[in-house]
């Protein structure tokens, strides 16, 4: 019997305490004050191409590479919480010749909205590598949210003949860094 009290007292006690323990008044006010900030990383174009790719039937040719479809603005969710995006290019020449190299955000109308240009030197025998990071905020956001195609133009400037044999490549390859606010 004296086991069954002590177990009966040690139960009341436990429950006396539960009454006397400290609490506060909950705030369910501060969902209203909820922010998400992700950040998104994705890889957009990239190419190579070999230095006799510029030469069609003989003869030296610039390249333009078609106007990709570039959509994600269609989306509301991109339009109405990206607060900034970063874009990173990088273009790596290993032929013997310089290059401009031109990307253009076009609009629905195929219309240039923005363009970014990158000189390209010639391949002496050490890396050659061209990075360019764009930022876009602002009034440049908007414009980036109204893009609809990208096309690229590389143009090969005077130098060295370029045969079907002549060695190295173009290689490009670009991405988007996405910030967002959510609220």
């Not at 998400?36 to 003869?59: K, W």
């Amino acid at each position: 019997m004296n086991q069954y009290h002590s177990v009966k007292t040690i139960g009341l006690l436990l429950v006396t305490m539960l009454f006397f323990s400290c609490s506060s008044d909950l705030d369910f006010n501060q969902a209203n004050d909820f922010k998400l900030e992700p950040v998104f990383i994705a890889n957009l174009t990239s190419f190579d191409i070999p230095a006799n790719q510029f030469i069609e039937n003989g003869v030296e040719q610039n390249i333009s590479v078609e106007a990709q479809e570039f959509d994600v603005f269609r989306d509301s969710f991109f339009r109405k919480n990206l607060r900034r995006a970063d874009f990173l290019f990088e273009i790596n020449n290993t032929i013997n010749r310089s290059y401009t190299f031109d990307i253009f955000f076009l609009d629905r109308n195929d219309q240039a909205l923005f363009n970014i240009h990158f000189d390209v030197p010639v391949y002496t025998g050490t890396k050659n590598e061209v990075t360019r990071k764009v930022e876009f905020k602002n009034a440049n956001l908007d414009l980036l949210k109204s893009t609809r195609r990208m096309s690229f133009v590389l143009t090969m400037k005077a130098g060295p003949v370029l045969d079907t044999s002549s060695p190295g490549s173009l290689k490009f390859t670009s991405s988007a860094t996405a910030y967002f606010l959510i609220e």
